[in-house]
């Protein structure tokens, strides 16, 4: 056999044993938990064939504690490029089966390569995270790792979308990461994320706390509204990445993909006309307006269980992609607190870095007062900031009442393009105060 053949058949053998992560063993481990391995998910997320991966054979520099003789090829994380509906993205999964995917200085090296690509070519990154956080070998080189993954966070905001998977436990550093990127998504079950552990939690406060509790994907779609999308299975979340991808450009320079329309753009919707009560009172599912109104009825609701008086979400008009804001009457009669206020602003934010257009519906009676004014009702102006500084196409509906600063936001030319009104009950006072261009729509 020639030399060159030689050197073929060695590198053949080297990308086998790096596609095997820290082993059979370890790959079995890993699914009898009922999760899948990090390359098992970027197969599944990308288009068949379409993974082209970079710096396979990369392993760590350490030399302390015994690590010189632990040696992986890739160094517990997976890193390249690939598509998704043919679109180009770029994408790092870390390797639980690799010394639970701890990061260490050559893994933050890899996954800030991938970054600065996808910054340079202009493509959405993609994160999937199953780490057990510092790898605590390396001490103070690993730290400073996560300080170059959370500069690269920072300046790809607002320049290319970021979409980070929790697929496992995400602990220490490593949570700033997904908290700095546009989207999160959480599997039920199997994914924490949280600072420190249940252990050193009892250690410090003699409180017992599960990990779901501390962690889990229950409290941050519901309590801290860290993550924006939960999934019960790996497929459904991945799944769900795919789908969200759809609505959003690639990078703030570009338009969102269009989508052949097959809902008839003059279509008359009559039930509209039932929707809202004649009982100014009684409440309504805003729900049942989206639907009504966008293409084929497909809305890609955001947060939807955190601060549910507020709705938030992707959705269609004619193929082309917008972002929807609206109040729900059946929560809190619609009204804002800080956290809906925030969690409706940090939206519109990122509506303004892309392409697609902002639709406000409103139907609220006024923000919280009494004691949740103390607490940060104040946060409304978020909305008022966020609405006034987007340079995209803004449109305020008013579907009943649109009262106090709701009425503010819909009346200023300095906060919303168009102002669409329809007249029923209370709304009468928005289409006399607006300032922009009204459409008025007679339901009654």
């Known amino acids: 056999m020639s030399n ?6 060695e590198l053949i053998d080297r990308r086998t044993a790096a596609r095997l ?6 790959i079995a481990k890993q699914h009898e938990k009922g999760k899948y391995t990090a390359r098992e998910r970027i197969a599944m997320l990308l288009d068949e064939g379409s993974f082209e991966e970079m710096d396979m054979f990369v392993e760590h520099r350490c030399t302390n504690f015994g690590m010189e003789k632990k040696h992986y090829p890739g160094d517990g994380v997976v890193t390249g490029c690939g598509t998704i509906d043919g679109r180009l993205v770029y994408i790092f999964a870390q390797d639980f089966t690799v010394s639970a995917g701890s990061l260490s200085e050559t893994m933050s090296l890899k996954i800030c390569k991938i970054m600065d690509q996808a910054m340079k070519m202009g493509a959405p990154c993609i994160g999937i995270n199953d780490s057990g956080g510092a790898r605590i070998q390396e001490g103070i080189n690993a730290l400073a790792g996560y300080a170059e993954i959370f500069q690269r966070n920072i300046l790809a905001s607002g320049v290319i979308p970021q979409i980070s ?13 997904p908290a700095l990127t546009d989207f999160t998504l959480m599997m039920e079950g199997t994914s924490y994320m949280f600072l420190t552990g249940p252990k050193v939690v009892k250690t410090v406060t003699g409180e017992d706390v599960s990990q779901e509790n501390l962690g889990g994907a229950s409290v941050h779609s519901t309590k801290s509204g860290v993550t924006h999308f939960t999934a019960k299975t790996e497929e459904e979340g991945l ?5 969200l991808l759809s609505y959003i450009p690639q990078n703030n320079l570009e338009e969102a993909p269009y989508t052949d329309c097959t809902d008839p753009i003059d279509r008359l919707e009559d039930s509209l006309n039932d929707i809202i009560p004649d009982n100014p009172n009684k409440p309504y599912d805003m729900y049942e307006v989206i639907g009504a109104i966008v293409d084929n009825g497909e809305f890609l609701e955001i947060q939807k269980d955190y601060s549910k008086n507020i709705i938030i979400g992707f959705a269609r008009f004619n193929g082309q992609s ?3 804001v609206a ?13 809906a206020s925030r969690k409706g602003a940090r939206f519109v934010r990122f509506c303004d870095a892309p392409s697609p257009r902002v639709r406000a519906a409103a139907d609220s009676s006024s923000p919280i007062l009494a004691i949740e004014i103390i607490r940060g009702t104040i946060r409304y102006s978020s909305i008022f900031r966020g609405l006034r500084k987007v340079v995209m196409p803004r449109i305020f509906i008013a579907s009943r009442m649109a009262a106090y600063s709701s009425l503010t936001v819909g009346k200023n030319r300095n906060t919303t393009d168009i102002g669409i009104t329809i007249f029923c009950g209370m709304c009468i006072f928005s289409i006399a105060a607006t300032n922009s261009l009204t459409v008025v729509v007679l339901t009654r």
């Open 4 to 9: 060159q053949l030689e050197k073929i058949k």
């Open 165 to 177: 998977g929790i697929f496992g436990p995400c602990a220490g550093g490593a949570v700033y990461s």
């Open 327 to 339: 109040n729900q009457p059946k929560y809190l009669a619609g009204v804002l607190d800080s956290n």
């Open 21 to 26: 992560g820290g082993g059979e063993k370890a």
């Open 239 to 243: 799944a769900l990445i795919r789908k």
């Open 322 to 324: 917008v972002g929807i």
